[in-house]
T-cell receptor, first 114, second 116 residues
Framework: KAGVTQTPRYLIKTRGQQVTLSCSPISGHRSVSWYQQTPGQGLQFLFEYFSETQRNKGNFPGRFSGRQFSNSRSEMNVSTLELGDSALYLC?????????????FGPGTRLTVL | GESVGLHLPTLSVQEGDNSIINCAYSNSASDYFIWYKQESGKGPQFIIDIRSNMDKRQGQRVTVLLNKTVKHLSLQIAATQPGDSAVYFCAENTYAGGTSYGKLTFGQGTILTVHP
């Protein structure tokens, strides 16, 4: 079974631009969670989607948004990029996003904001 | 706010030794704990998990111990190999209705280096 895939793997943007990242979950998984990983803050939860609905959200500004499609693929968007948005963005999929559902992570998208 | 784990420590061991990686968590209501391994350039990889109603769980070469009294979690790796070199993260989730969906709270991680 194929794992979680993320595209693109690397992105370079400039301040003020916007970016869209894509995540394809493991086949059959309906929950997709997004995380931001930085050296200073570690791994932080952004949001979770299930059946095209955002069910949970972390403490990030409204510039960070996402969506999920009917095939469970998910995208996240960051508008008006800031230097501090440079990070590794990880998505993880699980069966249903329940408490004990194992989350399987993709390789991440490395975003650099100049 | 709630937090799991310590500031990023390092652990160096010799190949064949047993390794113990520790993690402290702050939320006494945490229900579910997971250990992940992250190698350079890769996403976190699931190792083992444990629920709060358990004290110990074993996998292949790994054991997780949970001490709820002192809010401490540990990962033991037997016969550590160079391929075990990575950053190890503990993570937790707490049942709180809708706010628990898909949300893991991660510790800062521990760098494990295994010397041949």
């Amino acid at each position: 079974k194929a794992g979680v895939t993320q595209t693109p793997r690397y992105l370079i943007k400039t301040r003020g631009q916007q970016v869209t990242l894509s995540c394809s979950p493991i086949s059959g998984h309906r929950s997709v969670s997004w995380y931001q990983q930085t050296p200073g803050q570690g791994l932080q939860f952004l949001f979770e989607y299930f059946s095209e609905t955002q069910r949970n959200k972390g403490n990030f500004p409204g510039r960070f948004s996402g969506r999920q499609f009917s095939n469970s693929r998910s995208e996240m968007n960051v508008s008006t990029l800031e230097l501090g948005d440079s990070a590794l963005y990880l998505c993880a999929s699980s069966g249903a996003g329940a408490l004990t559902d194992t989350q399987y992570f993709g390789p991440g998208t490395r975003l650099t904001v100049l | 706010g709630e937090s799991v784990g310590l500031h990023l420590p390092t652990l160096s061991v010799q190949e064949g030794d047993n390794s113990i990686i520790n993690c402290a968590y702050s939320n006494s209501a945490s229900d579910y704990f997971i250990w992940y391994k992250q190698e350079s350039g890769k996403g976190p990889q699931f190792i083992i998990d444990i629920r709060s109603n358990m004290d110990k769980r074993q996998g292949q070469r790994v054991t997780v111990l949970l001490n709820k009294t002192v809010k401490h979690l540990s990962l033991q790796i037997a016969a550590t190999q160079p391929g075990d070199s990575a950053v190890y993260f503990c993570a937790e989730n707490t049942y709180a209705g809708g706010t628990s969906y898909g949300k893991l709270t991660f510790g800062q991680g521990t760098i494990l280096t295994v010397h041949p």
